[in-house]
């Protein structure tokens, strides 16, 4: 099925396309979402040099470097006879990951180094975890984090095909660790969205889209962010993002954040990409100024997923410098 027949066969609900409609160019948004999404891959360096890798598959395959991520290419066959880059040795060897490449751009905001203590708040299935580990050098500390026996199993497989030695994994819901008395150096909240910025490539999406399930996951988002910015240590670094486009689950919930304290302090994101500006104001609700500082992705932006960043800095009560 190509794509103008997937595009016809569509249907967006009224209210969905009534409030997409006010935040960006519907028709623009709409063509994107409803298009194939690029695969890419983010070389997993714990196994494997870039070098090594694209020397491994450039006879079959066209890479193409993503531009915020040092080991992010777009990967497409060079006779567009294959799509299933997961059969590859090399995937089942872990020396590559298969990462949406606006996924890559929490971890290297979060900017994890050698030997500190990192917690993965939401890890499953494990492409930021691995990530995290991998700019860590697998030394250190880090816990992953998830919520279900489900999402478990392809954590843990993921970080030991990727070879993760570095980690810990851990099952409960992320508020529980503020009973932790542990004191982190980032902390990544990936929180559980609606996934509107994924529609390419989960149409079920916008079958499942609804306000009051957006209103729901924004309450236990304003949870998960306030728990991570609770457990990192002074000077320390939390990034909360999603893969949702709706600003009552990014700038809403940043903005709850950085209201009530005010030593959690937002932080630019400057990145080789374009970026969308944020929203500031959303049914009749204003936001703070200092949001402008996150990140907001649309898919035309870039051709990606979209997707929503925001980092965030703990300073001692007094004023920072």
């Known amino acids: 099925m ?20 006010k935040l960006t160019d519907w028709e623009e948004f709409r063509q994107c979402s409803l298009s194939f ?36 290419f777009w990967i497409e066959h060079s006779k567009k006879e294959r799509r299933d880059i ?42 930021k975890t691995t990530q995290i580990a991998q700019y860590m050098q697998n030394t250190g500390i880090l816990i992953a984090n998830d919520y279900t026996i489900e999402r478990m199993k392809p954590l843990s497989i993921n970080l030991q095909r990727c070879g993760v030695t570095n980690s810990i994994i851990t099952l409960m819901e992320g508020q529980w660790f503020r009973k932790s008395g542990i004191e982190f150096d980032r902390v990544l909240v990936d ?3 609606s996934g509107t910025g994924t529609i390419r490539k989960s149409l079920k999406t916008i079958g499942i889209w609804n306000p009051d ?35 009552e689950e990014n700038e809403e919930v940043v903005n709850y954040l950085i209201n009530k304290y005010e030593n959690a ?22 936001y703070n100024e200092e949001i402008n500082k ?3 992705i649309w898919p035309q932006d870039n051709d990606t997923e979209g997707f929503f960043v925001a980092k965030l800095r703990k300073y001692s009560t007094r004023t920072p410098k």
């Open 86 to 127: 997961g059969n590859l040795i090399e995937h089942s060897l872990g020396y590559f990951y298969t990462q949406e490449a606006a996924s890559m751009i929490p971890p290297i905001v979060l900017n994890p180094k050698p030997n500190e203590v990192v917690l993965d708040m939401a890890a499953s299935p494990g492409s």
């Open 191 to 193: 929180a559980p969205c």
């Open 37 to 72: 999404l690029r695969r890419s891959i983010r070389v997993n360096t714990l196994k494997i040099t870039i070098k090594e890798l694209k020397e491994r598959l450039e006879n079959k395959w066209n890479l193409e470097q993503i531009p915020w991520c040092r080991e992010g």
């Open 2 to 21: 190509n794509q103008q027949s997937i595009q016809k066969q569509i249907t967006f609900k009224p209210k969905f396309i009534e409030r997409y409609s």
């Open 265 to 286: 302090k937002l932080e630019e994101i400057n990145l080789n990409l374009k970026k969308s500006p944020t929203i500031l104001e959303f049914e009749g609700k204003q």
């Open 294 to 296: 996150c990140l907001r």
């Open 213 to 247: 399930m957006v209103r729901r996951l924004a309450i236990t988002q304003r949870q998960l962010i306030e728990t991570g910015f609770n457990l990192i240590k002074e000077g320390g670094t939390l990034v909360y993002s999603t893969c949702s486009l709706e600003p």
